[in-house]
């Protein structure tokens, strides 16, 4: 048995233990218990290609890929370990001076520290040229103002990675804050809201941050004032990859429930699954579903070869999660009635898809970026 194989197997047995039974108390809180994080560490599923030297599993994109898959084969939504492991780590170990790594890098690895990343303000949505948050230079810190907006993991996070605009441009800058739920005094200036209500992922950590001369030490940018848009640039991929690897999963998961549902239900005297209505929409349905399987893959293999483009990953991002919503859809008509009712994990996917078209850059951006390369 391969490595991989044997992390798929610990991270199906960990989500269905620490997570699945949980959703509907993840969903009424709107975050995951802080302690999860801390079991996601001690079984080793965080920050998997981060290098064993700063506390990391010392593996690659696929080990998190596995991870990410067997999350949402889970029909877990709620935890936020995407952006944790497979975004905040990389921007600090990309960037981070040795210093900066060994600092924060284990923390993550261990679940003693949640990261966010916080992009989006109230104005800007995907623009991110248009960012309004400002670090102004006071003598060894910075003055942070501003406020940003759908925050995964805003809520119970520790450290949070601000886009903001220095005199010498947009730049990194990387708040340390006890979370809600972590003892200890919150950072002067630091506020954030109550977890907000959506329409899906009810139990994902997401708020609102707020800034009010937040002081911010100098040693906490990221590599040079000025350098974050080209940084922004070169990690959104890996982002829309783990975005495309989710939703190939969610797709691959919702169909095999609705064909084991057409299977074992009874309309007009006949399975559903004997209907030929039923067969040609699962059929169209697991043919996009191969097809997705093995784009992502594929990119999943240029990715690790450090050679997946931002066209390419634009595109993998907007068409699986077109997919998935379309699929997902299709897949709810099946279940008729019951597929309306909160209770069936369909109706769950269903809400729960509709925001993987938006985050991330939305799907409009997406064609955007793809047109420019045409």
């Given amino acids: 048995m391969s490595d991989l194989d044997q992390l798929r197997d610990l991270a199906r047995e960990f989500f269905a233990r ?3 039974p949980h959703q509907k108390r993840f969903a009424e809180q709107g975050h995951v218990d802080r302690d999860l994080w801390r079991r996601a560490g001690a079984a080793g599923l965080l920050c998997l290609s981060v290098p064993e030297a700063y506390g990391g599993g010392g593996g690659t994109f696929a080990h ?3 991870v990410l898959e067997e999350q949402a084969r889970a029909m877990d939504s709620s935890f936020g370990n995407a952006v944790h492991s497979g975004i905040v780590a990389h921007y600090l170990l990309a960037y981070g001076t040795e210093e900066q790594k060994l600092r924060w890098l284990p923390g993550l690895a261990s679940g003693e520290l949640v990261g966010a990343i916080a992009m989006t303000e109230p104005g800007t949505g995907s623009d991110l040229q248009a960012v309004a948050t400002r670090a102004v230079r006071d003598g060894d810190e910075y003055v942070l103002d501003g406020s940003k907006m759908f925050i995964t993991n805003g809520y119970l996070c ?3 990675i601000v ?3 220095c005199e010498g441009g947009l730049s990194l800058l990387v708040v340390e804050s006890p979370g809600t ?3 200890g005094a919150p950072l ?12 899906g992922m009810h139990g994902q950590d997401t708020c609102e941050l707020a800034f009010s001369a937040v002081r911010v030490p100098v040693g906490h940018l990221l590599g040079d004032e000025g350098d974050g848009m080209a940084q922004l640039m070169t990690q959104l991929p890996q982002e829309r990859l783990i975005i495309a690897v989710s939703a190939v999963a969610v797709i691959e998961a919702v169909l095999a429930v609705t064909i084991d549902y057409t299977k074992g239900r009874d309309a007009f005297g006949r399975k559903i699954f004997t209907f030929q209505n039923t067969r040609f929409t699962l059929a169209e349905c697991a043919t996009a579903a191969r097809i997705a399987r093995v784009f992502v893959d594929d990119c999943v293999r240029a990715h ?5 483009d931002l066209q390419t990953a634009a595109m993998a991002k907007y068409w699986t999660t077109e997919q998935q919503c379309t699929i997902v859809d299709a897949c709810l008509q099946l279940f008729g009635g019951y597929g309306y009712m909160a209770e069936y994990p369909i109706s769950q996917a269903y809400v729960d898809s509709r925001v993987q078209k ?3 850059g939305t799907n409009e951006i997406m064609k955007e970026l793809i047109a420019r390369f045409l």
Avoid: H, M, N
Wanted: charged share 25%.
């Fill in 18 to 20: 620490e997570s699945t």
């Fill in 181 to 183: 739920c972590t003892e």
């Fill in 304 to 308: 690790l070869a450090g050679e997946l």
């Fill in 188 to 199: 002067p200036g630091f506020t954030r809201g109550q977890p907000l209500r959506k329409i």
């Fill in 64 to 66: 998190e890929a596995v």
């Fill in 358 to 360: 938006i985050y991330g």
């Fill in 158 to 160: 520790d450290l949070v």
């Fill in 163 to 165: 886009v903001a605009q």
